[in-house]
């Protein structure tokens, strides 16, 4: 049997610790801990986003037969995105209530561009952020380790976000000069 007080790998927590955190049916992975709503969740990113793999694909598509040409801002990949992201906090039962949204509203109001940080807790900070920004263009800047997570990785190419590497110098100076261009143009940042 398990034993309560033996600490997990890589985790520095029990089980016991693990389930009063995530329930007490949460239990422990070689990816870390799962709970039947971490069961729910993935399964349903899985399955939303099969159409959104494929929406995105034919953005991409689009974009090379027309030389980019073909909407230029990216506006596209960010709907279906964003699409993905309300069906999937929907059908989870997790959209976020939202506080202060009137500062929100004003700052849209005023159509003044602005860059969101998430404080990064779990895989929910995308559909939250987006949820968040609305319906409108904006971009993320995302660690060059996401691009290899197979619909995630063309969602945030197809859409023009900016990729950074973390251990390089120059890709650093990149992201600062593409996140300044983004702004100019209008459209929202998010990191």
Same mark, same amino acid.
């Given at each position: 049997?398990?034993?309560?007080?033996?600490?997990?790998?890589?985790?520095?927590?029990?089980?016991?610790?693990?389930?009063?955190?995530?329930?007490?049916?949460?239990?422990?992975?070689?990816?870390?801990?799962?709970?039947?709503?971490?069961?729910?969740?993935?399964?349903?990113?899985?399955?939303?986003?099969? $159409?959104? +793999?494929? &929406?995105?694909? =034919?953005?991409?598509?689009?974009?090379?037969?027309? @030389? *980019?040409?073909?909407?230029?801002?990216?506006?596209? $990949?960010? +709907?279906? &995105?964003?699409? =993905?992201?309300?069906?999937?906090?929907?059908?989870? @039962? *997790?959209?976020?209530?939202?506080?202060?949204?009137?500062?929100?509203?004003?700052?849209?109001?005023?159509?003044?561009?602005?860059?969101?940080?998430?404080?990064?807790?779990?895989?929910?900070?995308?559909?939250?952020?987006?949820?968040?920004?609305?319906?409108?263009?904006?971009?993320?800047?995302?660690?060059?380790?996401?691009?290899?997570?197979?619909?995630?990785?063309?969602?945030?190419?197809?859409?023009?976000?900016?990729?950074?590497?973390?251990?390089?110098?120059?890709?650093?100076?990149?992201?600062?000069?593409?996140?300044?261009?983004?702004?100019?143009?209008?459209?929202?940042?998010?990191?």
């Amino acid at each position: 049997g398990v034993t309560e007080t033996k600490p997990l790998k890589n985790a520095g927590k029990t089980l016991a610790d693990l389930r009063q955190e995530g329930g007490m049916f949460t239990i422990s992975t070689p990816i870390g801990a799962l709970n039947p709503f971490a069961i729910y969740y993935g399964f349903m990113s899985v399955f939303l986003g099969i $159409p959104w +793999f494929i &929406s995105l694909k =034919w953005c991409q598509f689009m974009y090379f037969i027309t @030389r *980019s040409k073909f909407d230029a801002k990216r506006r596209l $990949p960010v +709907f279906f &995105s964003h699409v =993905w992201g309300t069906a999937l906090m929907r059908l989870s @039962r *997790s959209y976020p209530e939202m506080e202060n949204l009137h500062i929100l509203q004003d700052l849209y109001a005023k159509k003044q561009p602005a860059m969101f940080v998430a404080n990064h807790n779990s895989w929910m900070d995308i559909p939250f952020l987006g949820a968040t920004v609305g319906w409108r263009n904006y971009k993320l800047v995302a660690k060059k380790e996401l691009s290899i997570i197979p619909i995630l990785g063309s969602a945030i190419k197809a859409g023009g976000n900016i990729m950074i590497d973390r251990t390089n110098r120059r890709s650093q100076l990149k992201t600062l000069k593409d996140g300044i261009a983004y702004l100019k143009e209008g459209i929202h940042l998010c990191t």
